[in-house]
């Protein structure tokens, strides 16, 4: 792939083996790291790790057209993870409603990426959706994915405390984003991508930056 042929492992300046073996001491150093957590946080630490560099590089994503869907439950696991070692109760709807956001997110995101560079992920060999479905289906389920994302956003007061700021940072926020959603489909081909795969990217931080700011408001009210 042109997009990726630079980078260390395809130019060759780092080796298959040296790789192979970093990888090994960190992923040993990291599993030391999160036993001293708990059990649970382990447990997920691993999960993360074999689903994505095993079941998602290694199988889904060089087989199947939706390899993002399974492919972003490794990608939304570290805000669990975090999460659990945060309260250590998995059961808890708030850890589970901050995995969705992110998991919700992944598609469009992913999407928008691939439908840019398809050229490349066909040479590679990939049959990413815009390759084996084509752009028209690609955007299609862009626009499905990023509606259900949008509407999640919204929904925070369900699962946290919410005030002012939570409410109105989390209403302009998918207004906004379905505004560049409208822009893209308009013009899908021109600049307008790069905007809206900025603002799907940015929206995921605000999104959780607003229910930080409020978390913190209604905490400091308290104490006041």
Not at 32 to 61: P, R
Request: net charge positive; with cysteine; proline share 5%.
């Amino acid at each position: 792939m042109d997009r990726t042929k630079n980078r260390p492992l395809p130019s060759g300046r780092v080796s298959m083996g040296f790789a192979s073996y970093l990888t090994g001491v960190l992923f040993i150093i990291g599993c030391l790291f999160l036993a001293q957590v708990s059990i649970s946080v382990l447990a997920l630490g691993i999960l993360a790790v074999i689903s994505y560099n095993g079941f998602y590089t290694l199988w889904w994503k060089r087989k199947m057209a939706f390899a993002a869907i399974p492919g972003a439950i490794p990608g939304a696991l570290p805000i669990l993870i975090g999460f659990q070692a945060a309260t250590n109760n998995l059961r808890d709807p708030r850890g589970w409603y901050l995995f969705a956001i992110l998991f919700f997110w992944q598609m469009p995101h992913f999407w928008v990426l691939a439908l840019k560079y398809s050229n490349d992920y066909d040479q590679g060999g990939f049959p990413t959706l815009p390759v084996a479905k084509g752009p028209h289906v690609t955007r299609f389920q862009i626009t499905l994915w990023c509606l259900a994302y949008a509407g999640l956003g919204l929904l925070s007061a369900l699962f946290f405390p919410t005030g002012i700021i939570g409410l109105l940072g989390s209403l302009i926020i998918s207004i906004w984003l379905l505004f560049e959603l409208y822009r893209f489909l308009q013009q899908p081909q021109q600049k307008t991508w790069l905007r809206f795969f900025l603002s799907i990217n940015f929206s995921m931080i605000m999104y959780l930056a607003v229910i930080s700011a409020d978390l913190w408001s209604i905490y400091l009210q308290s104490k006041s």
